[in-house]
């Protein structure tokens, strides 16, 4: 079934730790995201992609980095984790930037 | 003030029941807007895409836009226990540098059998 994958679906972090997320589609679609979701605040935009090869800061790039090395993968990064960190983490993809997007079933991280 | 504000909820009803999510909005340049459904622990669905201002319908969901009054609505028809989610609405303008969407932060809906 065609989508995408994110990679782990749960993980318990120590604090100062490198974690990279991963997000695979197979829909070939130009652009991909990064969201965190957390109570009350709703999904808010990390960082994103309009094609392969580049990227963009959203509205809470601060600790995360991104790379989009081709269409079907887009990692997410935080280098040293902190416990703010805590949140559920979805990719997304849509055919084109300001089009509907497909998402994942989410990271649900902890640090400590 | 947040751009997109949504009635958390959670909103609780009989089966059957005719069911009425909102969100309003402050920024007159969101041009696309879209409902999502989210069960626990799972990524948001989309539902419902609309461009225009006026009523779009899908079986039991219409989606309803008033761009004059920066509003949305989603209306479940004869709702059922598996409508039972959060729902999100969502929206985008074409601003350069402005290449994601916009969320609510989600309303709780119950649907009682």
């Known amino acids: 079934i065609a989508g995408i994958t994110q990679a782990p679906t749960s993980q318990i972090l120590a604090a100062g730790r490198r974690m990279t997320l991963r997000c695979t589609q197979d829909m070939r679609h130009n652009a991909m995201y990064w969201y965190r979701q957390d109570l009350g605040l709703g999904l808010r935009l990390i960082h994103y992609?309009?094609?392969?090869?580049?990227?963009g800061k959203g509205e809470v790039p601060d600790g995360y980095s991104v790379s989009r090395a081709n269409t079907d993968d887009f990692p997410l990064t935080l280098a040293s984790a902190v416990p703010s960190q805590t949140s559920v983490y979805f990719c997304a993809s849509s055919e084109v930037s300001n089009q509907p997007q497909h998402f994942g079933d989410g990271t649900r991280l902890s640090i400590l | 003030q947040k751009e997109v504000e949504q009635d958390p909820g959670p909103l609780s009803v009989p089966e059957g029941a005719i069911v009425s999510l909102n969100c309003t909005y402050s920024n007159s340049a969101f041009q696309y807007f879209m409902w999502y459904r989210q069960y626990s622990r799972k990524g948001p669905e989309l539902l419902m895409y609309t461009y225009s201002s006026g009523n779009k319908e899908d079986g039991r969901f219409t989606a309803q836009v008033d761009k004059s009054s920066k509003y949305i609505s989603l209306f479940i028809r004869d709702s059922q226990p598996s409508d039972s989610a959060t729902y999100l609405c969502a929206m985008t303008h074409p601003l350069t540098g402005r290449r994601a969407l916009t969320f609510g932060s989600g309303t709780r809906l119950q649907v009682q059998p």
């Open positions: 992609s309009n094609t392969a090869g580049t990227t």
